[in-house]
């Protein structure tokens, strides 16, 4: 079948292309039939990329630490930690965010859109230590999910995982019971979870909705890994990369980087509204995966806004746009925007866009 940029498919047809350019369409059959996949070393990196994780991964731990590399083994002796808020602790990492295919997969489940919510080390030690049951699906008030995953993750192994090694292992098919385990149920799974054997290098990638946990791990030396955790960009993140992204971080990474950091979303407000400007600078469309161009000065972090003061021009237009044309709501299935009444002028028409950006925040 001839893949064509079909509007209803929205970002689509450009994401599966390229998903297929990486050869990674069998991947994403594995994720939608049993919830989970791997991304061998050789799609994910080169050797250098690998060993540059791998260094990083430890340095933050030592330094976090307070400890040298050998002294790392008896600090988790019989434990383990999620260390957490990485990103900005090494550029390896901002890479590794922006992995093709991990984030291809990634953007399947959570959109073309969606932004960074973790950048973690965990390391763990030999013992008993393990990760009980549990789906990352985070709206713990919602106990039955929505049909789309809200959230994504990754694994990047730093050392090698199988059972032994204390790794990751699924409940396969879960991802269609659209539930969070019971207790019971936790119990009954974390002796008959599936392992994944897989070589440091590889990633593994789920969504929220998939039930997994871990092994204790019953061989020398440390089990190590990156996690990258990806939200829906309406959602609140678990670390904050929107309030410490910097323009440089912007500036030396492609475009798809400053997307990931949610700097152009159009919430919170104040009393004027939705910064309906500030997100039409925003880079729009389907960002490539291979794309590798820093952005420069084309991104930048926003300034901070005055939420207490009405700003009587925005308010002027808002009540123009308001006023003068009917109000409608964006048009979620064709390429071009909803039919309304031409705006008297472009101030009217940032107007507008801003009072449908509002509805449809909504
Ligand atoms: O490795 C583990 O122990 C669990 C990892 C996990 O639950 C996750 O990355 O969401
Ligand atoms: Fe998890």
Redesign the pocket.
Known sequence: MQIQDWPSAKTTPALYRELKQLDLLENLAELEAFGFTVIPPEKVGPPALHRQVREAATRVACERKGCATKELQDVYADG?E?LRFCLWDDQVFEKLVLTPAALGLIQWMVGTDCILSLC?V?V?GRGPS??SV?A?WAQFEMPTMAVEVFGA?F?YLVTDYSKAD???AFVPGSHRWRRLPSVEESEYWLDNAHPVEAPAGSMII?GDHTW???YPKDTDGL?M?V?G?YNRPHMQTQEAYRQTATNEALARNPLRFARLMNVYHGMPWGKSGVHAERMTEAPQGYLSLFDTEPAGDKVSVPADLDYHTYDRERGRMMQAAMSETTLRFPDHYKSKPAQRKAPANADADAANQEVNDSAAAR
């Open positions: 383990q999620l973690n965990w763990k393990r990760t549990h990352d993750n694994n204390g790794g990751l789920w997994h946990c871990s089990r890994m996690l955790m």
